[in-house]
């Protein structure tokens, strides 16, 4: 019953801290965010062929298709430009 109850409270635990931790990707209050053309075109630089960009969760998230036709979606710091996480749409 221990165990059971310890699982409960851990998983509880760890489905309230995801959110945070969704968010807390990109901190768009640490300065001047960049504009979505300042954002296309360092996707593009980067070899990413950009179909749509949109504000999510206080990152820019890119629609993109990789050099090898892969598509993606690649969230980028909105201050820095840095992509901080890419994941296959597939």
Do not use: H, W
């Not at 360092?42 to 892969?70: F, H, P, T, W």
């Amino acid at each position: 019953m221990r165990a059971i109850l310890a699982t409960a409270i851990f998983s509880a635990a760890i489905i309230a801290a995801f959110p945070a931790f969704a968010s807390g990707r990109c901190n768009p209050s640490q300065g001047p965010q960049l504009t979505v053309e300042q954002v296309t075109a360092k996707a593009e630089s980067l070899g990413y062929k950009v179909r749509k960009v949109k504000m999510e969760d206080g990152c820019y998230e890119a629609y993109a298709i990789n050099a090898s036709g892969q598509r993606l979606e690649v969230y980028i710091d909105p201050v820095s430009g840095e992509i901080v996480q890419q994941k296959s749409e597939d």
